[in-house]
């Protein structure tokens, strides 16, 4: 698979870089709870999600509006997700932290790399 491939990654809806935008919500909360935040975890990531949105405007990423709306209802559903998770009493916080955090980094790194390559070739 060529990972270069712009199609992979700017779509209208769901892309690649969808993966890194579903794992934020999982990654961001944990991360909030372990320095120290113990309520408002949720709304912090999706307040963090949509202010990363403006930021890709402001900095002249271009993809299509339905993708931007796309990536933070990808944060929500994450969110969503962990909310039913920690009420049927989810024991593996910090197995979900270091995976969620790891795909984030590592498709985060592949996209850029992505990005990248096509820009300089």
């Not at 990654?9 to 372990?34: C, N, T, V």
């Not at 890709?56 to 969110?79: C, W």
Request: aromatic content about 20%; glycine content about 4%.
């Amino acid at each position: 698979m060529d990972f270069s491939n712009i199609e992979l990654w700017e779509r209208a809806y769901i892309d690649l870089w969808s993966i890194p935008h579903f794992m934020f919500g999982f990654a961001g909360f944990y991360f909030l709870q372990k320095i120290g935040f113990k309520s408002n975890q949720a709304f912090i990531v999706i307040v963090v999600a949509i202010i990363w949105e403006f930021l890709e405007v402001f900095i002249k990423i271009e993809e299509a509006l339905t993708n931007r709306f796309t990536d933070v209802v990808l944060t929500i559903l994450s969110l969503f997700i962990l909310m039913i998770l920690n009420k049927k009493h989810f024991k593996k916080e910090n197995i979900l932290f270091k995976y969620s955090l790891s795909i984030f980094i590592g498709v985060s790194i592949i996209g850029w790399t992505a990005f990248l390559f096509r820009i300089f070739n």
